[in-house]
């Protein structure tokens, strides 16, 4: 025990001195530090930054389940603060500088514990417990970082209730809360989206217009979409797609009068280039030729472009 108190009064001294000085970098054993960031082995398990609101240092603690030895220096960090520390769920948000970036992660961890909560409160009130005490120091460290990072005008609805409602009340409106958190994410992700669609409809005419060579991706299409567009090159006399196949523009129309009545299915098409393609599927919205998804709308743009040629 006497070798153990002189370890810990040469980290206290240590640490006193990374979180005066905040600068340089030093190493005690396995433990070091490296100006704000503090490292167990080669594991940043704590981060000293400054509020913006009032200013202060305040210590970013990593709370993840470690190594009994990395348990072991992030209780030595615990004991030996002597600015305010908050707790942190994994690693992961050590990483970022954005502090707005880390709130919002923890928003993530926080639903996933009272998902579990929810799935634990007639079962298990150990777990339950447990898991209370984990999601109180969650929404703790949050409230304290939207606030001393005036952050709360950037949390989404979602995140807001995370922030505002008590912990109990949320695992009893489980359900309801989760299902308003999808609608907010899907807003969300629409509004993220919305300018990089238009890029993306942008680069289809001018795709259309020969302007470019390829199309941007489209952020919000499933595997299943019908995602490949169609153009007539006049000088060479062909239809092409968007994945490069190439049809003579005759070869094209009796393919589209087979679509037309229903006979397209089951077909081997072979394009300029000599690739084949077989026709996978045939439904009211498109066409599979290959790897080529084509939407119905598309097929009679280009029946319509084709009708005087």
């Known amino acids: 025990m006497k070798n153990f108190r002189d370890y810990y009064s040469l980290c206290h001294d240590y640490f006193h ?6 600068s340089g970098q030093a190493c005690r054993g396995r433990m070091s530090y490296s100006f704000e960031d503090l490292y167990s082995y080669s594991t940043v398990i704590g981060k000293i930054v400054k509020t913006k609101k009032s200013k202060q240092d ?3 603690l990593d709370y993840h389940n470690y190594s009994p030895t990395t348990v072991g220096h992030r209780n030595i960090a615990l004991s030996c603060a002597n600015i305010k520390v908050v707790f942190l769920t994994y690693t992961e ?3 970022y500088d954005s502090i707005e970036k880390i709130v919002k992660n923890e928003c993530k961890y ?4 009272i998902k579990k909560m929810d799935s634990k409160k007639k079962k298990d009130t150990n777990v339950y417990a447990e ?3 984990l ?3 969650q929404q703790s460290s949050i409230r304290f970082l939207a606030e001393e990072f005036q952050l709360k005008g950037k949390l989404n609805t979602a995140e807001k209730k995370l922030v505002d409602i008590d912990i109990d009340n949320l695992v009893d409106d489980f359900e309801a809360f ?3 958190k999808k609608i907010v994410e899907k807003r969300e992700l629409t509004k993220k989206h919305k300018k990089q669609i238009e890029k993306h409809l942008q680069s289809v005419e001018e795709w259309r217009n020969f302007e470019r060579n390829s199309i941007l991706y489209n952020p919000v299409v499933n595997y299943d979409d019908y995602t490949t ?7 060479k006399n062909i239809v092409e797609s968007s994945l490069n196949m190439c049809l003579d523009i005759k070869q094209a129309k009796v393919l589209l009068l087979a679509y037309k009545n229903n006979k397209i299915l089951g077909k081997t098409v072979v394009d300029c280039k000599g690739n084949e393609y077989k026709v996978q599927s045939h439904t009211k919205n498109g066409v599979c030729i290959g790897c080529h998804r084509i939407a119905t709308n598309e097929i009679k743009r280009l029946e319509k472009e084709l009708k005087d040629m």
């Open 17 to 22: 001195n990374w979180q005066t000085e905040k």
């Open 93 to 95: 948000d050590l990483k």
């Open 229 to 235: 567009f169609l153009r007539v090159n006049k000088e």
């Open 178 to 180: 989760a299902k308003s």
């Open 131 to 133: 898991l209370k005490d």
């Open 110 to 113: 926080l639903f996933d514990t």
């Open 58 to 60: 305040i210590f970013l």
């Open 135 to 137: 999601a109180d120091r």
